[in-house]
T-cell receptor
Framework: GAGVSQSPSNKVTEKGKDVELRCDPI?????LYWYRQSLGQGLEFLIY????????KSGLPSDRFSAERTGGSVSTLTIQRTQQEDSAVYLC??????????????FGPGTRLLVL | AQSVTQLGSHVSVSEGALVLLRCNYS??????LFWYVQYPNQGLQLLLK??????LVKGINGFEAEFKKSETSFHLTKPSAHMSDAAEYFC????????????FGKGITLSVRP
């Protein structure tokens, strides 16, 4: 079956512009996660969705970052007024059950964001 | 708070040699432990995980890991390295609860010499 997909695969933007990153989880997966992978910080948790609600947004680095999920499926991560330090690979993952730590998180290929 | 330590950033082995990638964790509750592999320009793929039960866990591609509570370790091994094993490997921990977010180590790049 189809895995987690993300778009775009690569995004180059200018400092100060807004960007939207999209994640399509595996069909039927209740939980959805966003992580960021950067050279300096490694892999960091950003936000977790259980259905359409986000009970944990603790990893979002600033109020320029926001995310939503609609229909219990697609999620969009938005970064406003991008900064050069936002350059990273943004990874999305989904798992079949929410609140079930033993469940495997399946990762998408990521969106590589470069802010000039 | 939970954390993961992967000592070193790069390991190089000869083809056919033993692979040993170390992972130590810190957790205030019994942890769930994972090893993921990342090939260049790809997402993360689960190698294996420990949740409960048997402490020796077998995964894909001939990898296995042993959960040692007394040593707070979850080292990854493979008896004989193959060229295709060259990748970056991440150890991760989840403390469970309502979130289940993963906390990752810094990752280790494995090189395999012919």
């Amino acid at each position: 079956g189809a895995g987690v997909s993300q778009s775009p695969s690569n995004k180059v933007t200018e400092k100060g512009k807004d960007v939207e990153l999209r994640c399509d989880p595996i069909s039927g997966h209740t939980a959805l996660y966003w992580y960021r992978q950067s050279l300096g910080q490694g892999l960091e948790f950003l936000i977790y969705f259980q259905g359409n609600s986000a009970p944990d947004k603790s990893g979002l680095p600033s109020d320029r970052f926001s995310a939503e999920r609609t229909g219990g499926s697609v999620s969009t991560l938005t970064i406003q007024r991008t900064q050069q330090e936002d350059s990273a690979v943004y990874l999305c993952a989904s798992s079949i059950l929410a609140g079930a730590p033993r469940e495997t998180q399946y990762f998408g290929p990521g969106t590589r964001l470069l802010v000039l | 708070a939970q954390s993961v330590t992967q000592l070193g950033s790069h390991v190089s082995v000869s083809e056919g040699a033993l692979v040993l990638l170390r992972c130590n964790y810190s957790s205030s509750v019994p942890p769930y432990l994972f090893w993921y592999v990342q090939y260049p320009n790809q997402g993360l793929q689960l190698l294996l995980k420990y949740t409960t039960g048997a402490t020796l866990v077998k995964g894909i591609n001939g990898f296995e890991a042993e959960f040692k509570k007394s040593e707070t370790s979850f080292h990854l091994t493979k008896p004989s390295a193959h060229m295709s094993d060259a990748a970056e490997y991440f150890c991760a921990v989840s403390e469970g609860g309502a979130n289940s977010k993963l906390t990752f180590g810094k990752g280790i790049t494995l090189s395999v010499r012919p």
